[in-house]
């Protein structure tokens, strides 16, 4: 039953994962070879590491201190020699991505707008700390959920971390 219900949703983000695989994850592996297939981390789920080459690549540089990001049906992250680190990274982007299928289609437009509704009506939160969608991966990967803002990424009067 559970392979029936993952179908569904798969067929209910295919829209957006084909777009995002062509467009995205088949020319970053296969082309420019930015990233290394390590295998299916569940049913659709495709797991990525960053490839280990020269930190001046364009892709490293667009990483910046990014762990992890999932898209429809992909998880990429960054190599790590910690083993525990490596264990959170893919249950939060997991986590992305399984939201990702409940929400399909909508799961896009929904992250932003909630970010975009905490960076314009919410002064005191932070766009992408206090996402719920960031908030729920965080909680599953056994992360700190609440981020004080002296701990934001970008210092505390950064509030969209995003450009």
């Known amino acids: 039953m ?29 082309v ?9 981390y569940d049913l659709f789920v495709a797991d990525f590491v960053l490839a280990e080459r020269d930190v001046s690549r364009w892709y490293a540089k667009l ?19 910690n083993e525990d ?8 982007e997991y986590t992305h991505c399984l939201q990702q299928f409940r929400w399909g289609v909508f799961h896009a437009p929904a992250y932003l707008g909630v970010s975009l509704w905490i960076w314009v009506f919410q002064r005191d939160r932070h766009a992408y700390h206090d996402n719920p969608f960031e908030r729920e991966a965080r ?3 056994g992360q700190q959920v609440d981020i004080p803002r002296t701990q934001w ?4 009067a ?4 995003w450009w």
Do not use: E, K
């Not at 680190?85 to 939060?92: A, F």
């Not at 990424?153 to 505390?156: E, K, S």
């Not at 950064?158 to 971390?161: A, E, K, M, T, Y």
């Open 2 to 30: 559970a392979v029936v219900i993952r179908m569904i949703q798969f067929l209910w983000l295919l829209p957006v994962t084909v777009l995002f695989w062509v467009f995205y994850v088949l020319p970053v592996w296969l």
């Open 32 to 40: 420019f070879r930015d990233v290394q297939f390590v295998g299916w």
């Open 63 to 81: 990483w910046r201190d990014w762990a992890g990001w999932s898209g429809p049906c992909v998880m990429i992250r960054r190599p790590g020699s």
């Open 85 to 92: 680190w490596n264990r959170r990274t893919q249950i939060h």
């Open 139 to 141: 909680a599953a990967a």
């Open 153 to 156: 990424m970008h210092g505390p």
């Open 158 to 161: 950064d509030r969209w971390p």
